[in-house]
């Protein structure tokens, strides 16, 4: 909306707002993208439909503006093509995985494995979100991080001279509201 443009236009010419960073969500169909992006947007749940046409949606996280694409399923081949175009202009990664869907953690696996090895992300910092943590099937931080072949960033084991971006995970209820809030505060911090 014009009215929310023109505020944040004002705001960031007064110096009140940090940050302005671009967000390219990505993840499996299913893993709950657009749900978390419209909770941040509108501070409520909705049901929403797979994502079938790019959108651009903002909103703001403690003194930080975010501008996120959500393209949809990043499985798809179409999408593979259209998230390059993205990399040269985005600061940040969000990467949504469903924690409670193992059966489908090797293809995740896979594009999170590609995003890695893409040289124009070197410095890209990347919040992997392990989504659904409310369902009963859903595996630990440490599981995660095992089956999506990452490094555990926390402890600083990566090799020194890998010069992989930032990855950090974080375990959430996008649902129940909880977990993706410190996951979206590491992103602040490193956009
Ligand atoms: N149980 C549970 N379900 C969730 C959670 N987050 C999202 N969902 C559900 O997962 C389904 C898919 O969510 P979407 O937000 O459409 O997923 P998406 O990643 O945008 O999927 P695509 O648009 O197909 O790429 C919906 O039925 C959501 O209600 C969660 O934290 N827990
Ligand atoms: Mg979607």
Known sequence: MWITKWLWDVFESLGLWKKHAKLL???????GKTTLLHLLMNDRI???QPTLYPSTEE????NCKFTAYDLGSSNSFRNRRLWKDYFPVISG???IVDAA??????????????LLRADTLSSTPILVLGNKTDLPMAVSKDELRHELGLHDTTND???IESVQPPVEVFMCSVVCRQGYQEGLQWLSQHV
């Open 59 to 62: 909103f703001t996280f403690e």
């Open 157 to 159: 084991i990566a090799p």
């Open 93 to 95: 990664i969000v990467f």
């Open 25 to 31: 969500m990505m993840g499996l169909d299913n893993a």
């Open 46 to 48: 909705e049901v929403v």
């Open 101 to 114: 869907d193992p059966e489908r953690f090797e293809e995740g696996k896979e594009e999170i494995q590609a």
